[in-house]
């Protein structure tokens, strides 16, 4: 069986921080080359213009480029690397476009470019999420805790997932 690629769409939320902490960014560095006159003091503009830039470009490098079920599991494909959940650390899946609401951040990225890294919720207690569309949220439970993704058309996912693990169509 050849891999299944999934895109990851970006939902509104994740669209509107990305472009509202873009703007911010631009905004301050605009702002202080305007504000910085004299030429002693140009080291502020670059120290700043860096900054924003390494504050913007290392997000991105974290960022989710899709989703995949291969032979060995699932992966989640960023810029760089690819995440790997094994088959054997999935015992279910489900589609729950809930999944994600009342989340709070305990460590990673919640809006510029993904929600990643980890989180807690009263509904799924602690949890670790790959999501750029919270309303196409799957839950992956296993045995070492709960994983959150978002890949396009979640009901596909979870049903060529649950195929690939040989546990037949829907809900395992």
Known sequence: MSERQYAAVWGRRIRVITVLVLLLCGGVTVGIALLVNRPEERWVVWLVTALMLGIVGGTALFSIR?????????????????NRIP??????????????RGAWKTMGNDGLFAMHGWFRSRRLGSFRAFVTHPGDAVVLRGPKGIVVVSPENPRRFVNDLNRRRGRGEGRP
């Open 66 to 82: 899709g989703f995949e079920i291969g032979r060995d599991g699932v992966r989640i494909r960023r810029v760089l690397w690819t």
């Open 87 to 100: 088959f054997e650390a999935i015992e279910s899946a489900e589609v729950d476009p809930e999944a994600c």
